[in-house]
Structures are given as C-alpha cells and as structure tokens.
C-alpha cells in the first residue's frame, strides 16, 4: 500500500520559516519525481517545488529564493523548506510522488501564516 505521510506544518508568523517533511512508503522512491503543491481556499491546486530523483529542481515564481526542496532517496523523504513566509501563503500543503504511469498524494498539512 502506497504511503505519502506529510508533517511538520502549522501556523507561523510572516517572515518565519517552516520545513515540511513527506515520508513515502510502498513504492521505489528513487524514480518518482516528488514534488509539493498547495491549494489555498477558493483557489485551484498549484505546483509549488518539484524534484527529480537526480536532484532537477522547479519552482513556482512565487517561491523562488524562499522555498528550498530536498529528497533523500536513501530514507524515502522529501523535504520543503520555507522561508521568509509571506500571509499568502497560507494553504494546505500536499505531498506528490509521480512517474509516466503513477501519481500519489498525501493527505495534506496546513500552512497559516498570520501575525
């Protein structure tokens, strides 16, 4: 059974920093390219960082420079670490793991960023 378990969300102050983690189970990690995506409400699901399991980055303009992605493919996790949040972005957070032929999703963790 196939297994993306996000944490490390929750509410921050502008400016602050969190790091979110996924942990995937149930699948060869190594060749998915993970990636996080977020959806605000009233608001379409957006890609905000992806990663090749070479270590290929792409970012949303709206992230680059703050928002870093990472994987270890040796632990089966990929990391996102946000910094310098801003109120918008304030969303629910989910994990993505895909290939040509396979796409999963975790459950999602929130993001509020509010003073």
């Known amino acids: 059974q196939v297994q993306l378990a996000e944490s490390g969300g929750g509410l921050v102050q502008p400016g602050g920093s969190l790091r979110l983690s996924c942990a995937a189970s149930?699948?060869?990690?190594?060749?998915?390219?993970t990636g996080w995506y977020r959806q605000a409400p009233g608001k379409q699901r957006e890609l905000v960082a992806a990663?090749?399991?070479?270590?290929?980055?792409n970012y949303a303009e709206s992230v680059k420079g703050r928002f870093t992605i990472s994987r270890d493919n040796a632990k089966n996790t990929v990391h996102l670490q946000m910094s310098s949040l801003k109120p918008e972005d304030t969303a629910v957070y989910y994990c993505?793991?895909?290939?040509?032929?396979?796409?999963?999703w975790g459950q999602g963790t929130q993001v509020t960023v509010s003073s």
């Open positions: 993505n793991a895909r290939t040509r032929y396979d796409d999963f």
């Open positions: 149930g699948i060869i990690f190594s060749v998915y390219v």
């Open positions: 990663i090749t399991s070479g270590g290929s980055t």
